[in-house]
T-cell receptor, first 116, second 115 residues
């Protein structure tokens, strides 16, 4: 079965420190992986994706993610956190059930809290 | 600007009433999706449509209905059969052409509260 796991409900980090938001996945075949961010009462905004190629993917707002096939992980990272990064972060994988579509399976989300 | 517009932003409904949430996109995307968001559960797929006049059930379609009469529009009806309709509803769209890489573009959401 395909799935995505975000093991941490909340991550706390001080402003200026590096941050990591964890994601692991389970799919058959090659995964298409995504990270989205959501601010309160807003829709989701796309941050970055891994389809193929370099394992380190760079995205919006200084975020990057590292694809690790052996550990089936796709952790989101940022070298220096900002208070404005505080939001809910979702990891997602393309759902391959039912043929070739762009349906995504989402994790349960991780709330990132950056303290000033 | 191109994007996805959902309306209304907030909606209150009495038990036993049907309600329709609007979703319009001007991105010229073929595929559209409806997700439901509940605290601690992430997003779950309700319905999706790859092309006009065709749509498929997602993981939690019971108590919901959709139509896709125009490429730009994918309204969602929450019927009285939906046992727990209070939630945040998100509409999304994506391109399905060759070279597509799969990211979804989301609207701002509609928050439905059943009184």
């Amino acid at each position: 079965a395909q799935s995505v796991a975000q093991p941490e409900d909340q991550v706390n980090v001080a402003e200026g420190n590096p941050l990591t938001v964890k994601c692991t996945y389970s799919v058959s075949g090659n995964p298409y992986l995504f990270w989205y961010v959501q601010y309160p009462n807003r829709g989701l905004q796309f941050l970055l994706k891994y389809i193929t190629g370099d394992n380190l993917v760079k995205g919006s707002y200084g975020f990057e993610a590292e694809f690790n096939k052996s550990q089936t992980s796709f952790h989101l990272k940022k070298p220096s956190a900002l208070v404005s990064d505080s939001a809910l972060y979702f990891c997602a994988v393309r759902d391959l059930r039912g043929g070739a579509t762009n349906k995504l399976i989402f994790g349960t989300g991780t709330l990132l809290a950056v303290q000033p | 600007d191109g994007g996805i517009t959902q309306s209304p932003k907030y909606l209150f409904r009495k038990e036993g009433q049907n309600v329709t949430l609007s979703c319009e996109q001007n991105l010229n995307h073929d595929a559209m999706y409806w997700y439901r968001q509940d605290p601690g559960q992430g997003l779950r797929l309700i319905y999706y449509s790859q092309i006009v006049n065709d749509f498929q059930k997602g993981d939690i379609a019971e108590g919901y209905s959709v139509s896709r009469e125009k490429k730009e529009s994918f309204p969602l009806t929450v019927t009285s059969a939906q046992k727990n309709p209070t939630a945040f509803y998100l509409c999304a769209s994506s391109s399905t052409g060759s070279g597509r890489t799969g990211e979804l573009f989301f609207g701002e959401g509609s928050r439905l509260t059943v009184l």
